[in-house]
Nanobody, 119 residues
């Protein structure tokens, strides 16, 4: 059973920093990628950043230059360093892991962690 445990959310003033962590356990297949999504009230969930085990990254335009995603393959853990936070970054942030076994994929989500940025 795959479990994703997130930590690191909280309340911060605009311009501040937070670091999110997501540790995955119970994964028996290859990880295709790990990533972070976010969902603000009244809005759709959107991709923030993703990373492959080889370190290839993808960022939403709104966070480029401010957020950095990294991965520890030995620990199946993904991190999101968020600097220069803005009030519009306020959302619930969800960890996402996609696994791959042959042509089959698994998709797993964390429970979400709240990030609130005050102006």
């Amino acid at each position: 059973q795959v479990q994703l445990v997130e930590s690191g959310g909280g309340l911060v003033q605009a311009g501040g920093s937070l670091r999110l962590s997501c540790a995955a356990s119970g994964i028996i297949y290859s990880i295709d990628y790990m990533g972070w999504y976010r969902q603000a009230p009244g809005k759709q969930r959107e991709l923030v950043a993703s990373i492959t085990p080889l370190g290839s990254t993808n960022y939403a335009d709104s966070v480029k230059g401010r957020f950095t995603i990294s991965i520890d393959n030995a620990k199946n853990t993904v991190y999101l360093q968020m600097n220069g936070l803005k009030p519009e970054d306020t959302a619930v942030y969800y960890c996402n892991v996609r696994t791959k076994y042959g042509a089959a994929y698994g998709n797993y989500w964390g429970q979400g962690t709240q990030v609130t940025v005050s102006s």
